[in-house]
Each structure stands twice: as C-alpha cells, then as structure tokens.
C-alpha cells in the first residue's frame, strides 16, 4: 500500500485533509476494500483508545448495514434539499397571490373603464375646466388640445368637488339679494344653479347632457 | 481545515448513487453510534440492531441532508430517536417470558440475552483485539503516543496538537499516522493469525 495513500487515509479519517483530496479519496475509498478495511480498523484503534466498551467487533453491524443498503435503491443523482424547497415555496406563495390580486384588480379597473367611456372622457375634460377660471391661458391650451368651442360648459357632476354647500349657497344668495347688484346676483344665482344640477347629476345618471352657460345667456339676456 | 470536509465528501459520493461510500461512514461510527445507544438499552445485541436501524434511517434520509450541521450531529439525532422509539415500543410490549412460563426456550433466549449483557465477553472488543491495541499503543515513541492519544481520547484537532506538542502541523499528521500505522500492523497480525470469532474489523 501506497505510504502516502495511507497517510492520506489517516488524515481523512481525522477531517484534516483538504477538501480536493478528501473528493479523491473519497471515491477509491468507497471501491477500494482493502482501503476501506483499514479504515475501519483507525475506527477500531479510535475506538480502544476511547474504551468504548459495549462495541462488539464481530457482531458484522457493518456488513449488516451494507446487505441492508445494497437492497436499497439508490439514490437520486442530485440531492433534493426538501427545506430549501419549503422556503423557496415559502416566499412564492404570497408573491404569487399578490400578483394575483394584482392582475384582477388591473383587468376589473380597465374592463370598468371599457364599460362605462364617458366617465373616462368626463375627468378628461373636467379637469383642465376646474382651473379654468384660474388661468385663461391654461383654458386655451386645454381647448387647443380637445378641440372644443370656447365656452364654459358646466359637467353635472363636477359640483361633487364643490367645497360651499350649494344650500347654504342659495340662502345667502337670498338673503343678501337686496343688497347685491343684479349683475352679481345674477353671477352668483349661475353658479348655485351650476352647483345644483351638479349636485343632482348622480341620481339623474351620468348620461344627461351638459348644461352649457353661455346658452343658457343667450337664451336669458339681461 | 473545516469540520467534517471528509464526511461530506463521502455523503456526497452516496448521495449521487455510490453506496459504497456510505460503507466508509458507517465502518467509522458504528462504535460511536452503539456506544450511544447503550445509554437507553443496555443490552449490546438491541444496541446493535437500534444502530442497524438509525444506519438504514439515515442512508434513506440522506437526499435530504445539505451539510448544515456535521453528518455526525445529524447521524447522532437519528439515532437517538430510533433508541427512544425502540424502548418506548419495547415498554408497551410485555416481556413474554414474564408472562408465560411455560415457553422455556424463548424465556431462557431472553434471559441469555440479559445474560450476555453483563458478560463483558459479550459486550468489549475482544480482548484479545484490545490488548493488542492497548500493547501497540504502549509500545510507541512517546510523540506518536501522545498524538494519537491527543487525537482520539481528547478529540483534539491537529493544529492544537500542534500548538500542545510544540511542532508543525505536519509532523502531528505524520506523527498520527505513524501511529495508526504501527497499531494496524499488531491488529492485522492478530486477525491474520486466525482470530475466526472476528468475522470484520469494524
């Protein structure tokens, strides 16, 4: 026997052999019988050294096991390390049902959008109107872009982002009637009128027809 | 050096198909492994047999071992359970030869097997075997005594044998296996010289 095979041996026996060694040895051991004796004779030296009593070396408990095994089938090519599956699913499940969610969530959104156009088309055009009266270039750029007539059409449903209460608009519109110019009146009894159908809308439903003030002034000239 | 590198270069062989890797690991803690067992059954023969089991156990449950602990620590869980399932099943089964005494043969089976239990013929090494070891051992230089004693009573790694004896971590390896060596020559010649109750030397 190779003095440096055994010398090998002996190191492997202790966990002391580096790692591309033990891979080498590893295999002639599990092939080699006479190797493999030996081995087990250093598990035998260990094992009187250590006194452990109770071992009977010629019970055949490693042969025993080895007929157990070879009637065993053999194992699979690649170790399936179980825990790490476990964790892996561990981790996919929750990303898998929030993606889920996500994508009914996405396909109800858009499949509402596809059912019901005209809403989409009101926000579009009601947005830029809601800060009309604030910047009149802003009113241009936004007509230029949908191409509609300048005029100040009033949506049914925009009062819903009114902050004053169109009630308590109408009482101090009459209550202070006296006291106010008939333009400004008139002024303030468009917008409660504008608030009021608005306000109205939801229940009329989302088809009804836009009121447009400024025919509504051609047709009531002061 | 990292712990266990041998094992698992074994565990991985027998895990890609090699049994005859799993030979390796049983010839070397087969001795730990009934050692172990006997702290719940005191009789070697069903020792054997729990540690029979736990092998088999292990061998089966080996494509789910991924080195996270050392093959010992995990062979040594096995074990234990299937020694704490054996005498639980074996407490829930009566002894028969306490019941019926009648059955002779199996009560005086059974008692023999007690019996062997406290025979030390029947529980050591064979004497022969450990006093050939244990003249070897005597027999050596005092480093590689004291090496091999460091390495095996004290489970000492080689770099702190190294450090303990004052030497390279290569002369502790060359001392250890000069050692081993020179015990394996007396062992072979006593199973050579016709020891036939030794069927194996592990």
């Known amino acids: ?222 | 050096m990292s712990a266990d590198i041998s094992d698992l270069s074994l565990v991985r062989r027998v895990q890609r198909g090699d049994k005859g890797a799993f030979d390796a690991l049983v010839l070397k803690y087969q001795h730990k492994l009934v050692k172990l067992v006997m702290r719940y059954v005191r009789n070697p023969a069903e020792a054997e047999d729990i540690a029979q089991e736990a092998f088999i156990k292990a061998y089966r449950a080996l494509p789910q071992f991924r080195g996270d602990s050392a093959f010992y620590t995990w062979l040594y869980r096995i074990a234990i359970n299937t020694a704490k399932n054996a005498v639980v099943s074996r407490d829930r089964s009566p002894i028969e030869y306490d019941l019926d005494r009648n059955n002779t043969d199996e009560s005086y089976d059974m008692q023999g097997r007690m019996k062997d239990a406290e025979t030390p013929e029947g529980l050591v090494l064979t004497d022969e075997i450990r006093s050939t070891v244990n003249a070897a051992i005597d027999a050596l230089p005092e480093d590689l005594r004291t090496a091999i004693v460091l390495r095996e009573l004290e489970g000492l790694s080689y770099e702190e044998i190294a450090a303990a004896m004052d030497c390279p971590v290569g002369t502790v390896r060359s001392r250890i296996f000069r050692a081993r060596e020179a015990i394996d020559r007396r062992l072979r010649e006593v199973f050579e010289g016709g020891l036939g109750r030794v069927e194996e030397l592990g």
């Open chain 1, 1 to 222: 026997m190779n003095e440096e095979l055994d010398s090998q041996l002996s190191a492997m026996f202790d966990d002391e052999l580096p790692a591309a060694e033990c891979e080498l040895l590893a295999r002639r051991l599990s092939r080699d019988e006479q190797l493999k004796a030996r081995w087990g004779r250093y598990a035998v030296i260990g094992a009187t050294i250590r006194a452990e009593r109770g071992v009977r070396l010629n019970a055949g408990l490693a042969r025993r096991v080895s007929a157990a095994i070879s009637s065993e089938p053999v194992l699979a090519a690649e170790p399936a390390p179980q825990p790490k599956k476990q964790w892996a699913r561990s981790w996919w499940q929750p990303v898998a049902s929030a993606a889920a969610v996500a994508g009914v969530a996405a396909v109800s959104i858009l499949w509402m959008r596809s059912q019901s156009p005209e809403v989409t088309t009101e926000i579009a055009q009601t947005a830029p109107r809601a800060v009309a009266p604030l910047t009149a270039s802003a009113t241009a750029a936004t007509n230029a872009v949908t191409g509609e007539p300048d005029s100040y059409v009033v949506p049914k449903n925009t009062a819903r982002r009114l902050v004053v209460p169109s009630t308590e608009l109408a009482n101090y519109v009459v209550a202070h009637s006296e006291f106010s110019s008939p333009v400004t009146r008139r002024n303030l009894l468009s917008a409660f009128m504008a608030s009021e159908s608005g306000t109205a809308a939801p229940s009329a439903g989302s088809e009804e027809p836009t009121e447009d003030v400024q025919d509504d002034d051609a047709k009531n000239p002061q």
